[in-house]
């Protein structure tokens, strides 16, 4: 299947401090990218959805402030946690899809797990 | 209400033998898509076996299959001869919709911790 990588895989940082996590399709071009977050023990949230050149389609309750999202190639989104605090502290995984991919070609990244302290 | 219905959170198999991971799914919709994925420690996301609303045959990957019952919206995930190294949680998903683009949206259940015992 296709590679998404997804960097850093753990992250610690000060609260207050912000953090950028990238997502990148290694073999596809990545018309569509999703962010989950997932506490422990606990399903995975969809956050936000991001096409190429385009703004970011939040889910509801989540702060598009906070959680900034940019997906300006077809081989890159990044997710940044401005002003982190503990409450941020959570797994942060990527998902992408190309153009006209097929039900089963969500791809995703091996997450980042994200530590405030 | 909730999407997907994972009545278990915990499973215990010994290995070798076969087990069965619940999942239920509300939808209106009559096409949709169902998932499963296998999260290891690691946090990786596995994909294992898919089953579209059509499909009148039951998908079968490798030691995989889904137990599709459309009338009951039932996607029950059987894995056959266990292994130790399927210790992991499970969880089901699903796609609602003609989903493209944007448009595609995965909603996954709380998931089935499994363990296999040897």
């Known amino acids: 299947g296709a590679v998404v990588s997804q960097h850093p895989s753990r992250v610690i940082c000060k609260s207050g401090t912000s953090v950028k996590i990238e997502c990148r399709s290694l073999?596809?071009?990545?018309?569509?990218m999703f962010w989950y977050r997932q506490f422990p023990k606990q399903s995975l949230m969809l956050m936000a959805t991001s096409n190429e050149g385009s703004k970011a389609t939040y889910e509801q309750g989540v702060e598009k402030d906070k959680f900034l999202i940019n997906h300006a190639s077809l081989t890159l989104s990044t997710l940044t946690v401005t002003s982190a605090h503990p409450e941020d502290s959570s797994f942060y995984i990527c998902?992408?899809?190309?153009?006209?991919?097929?039900?089963?070609?969500?791809?995703f990244g091996q997450g980042t797990r994200l530590t405030v302290v | 209400a909730q999407k997907i219905t994972q009545t278990q959170p915990g499973m215990f198999v010994q290995e070798k033998e076969a087990v069965t991971l619940d999942c239920t799914y509300d939808t209106s919709d009559q096409s949709y898509g169902l998932f499963w994925y296998k999260q290891p420690s690691s946090g990786e996301m596995i994909f294992l076996i898919y089953q579209g609303s059509y499909d009148e045959q039951n998908a079968t990957e490798g030691r995989y299959s889904l137990n599709f019952q459309k009338a009951r919206k039932s996607a029950n995930l059987v894995i056959s001869a266990s292994q130790l190294g399927d210790s992991a949680m499970y969880f089901c998903a699903m796609r609602e919709g003609r989903g493209g683009g944007s448009n595609y949206k995965l909603t996954f259940g709380k998931g089935t911790l499994l363990t296999v015992n040897p």
């Open positions: 998902s992408a899809r190309g153009q006209g991919a097929a039900d089963t070609e969500a791809f």
């Open positions: 073999d596809f071009q990545a018309t569509t």
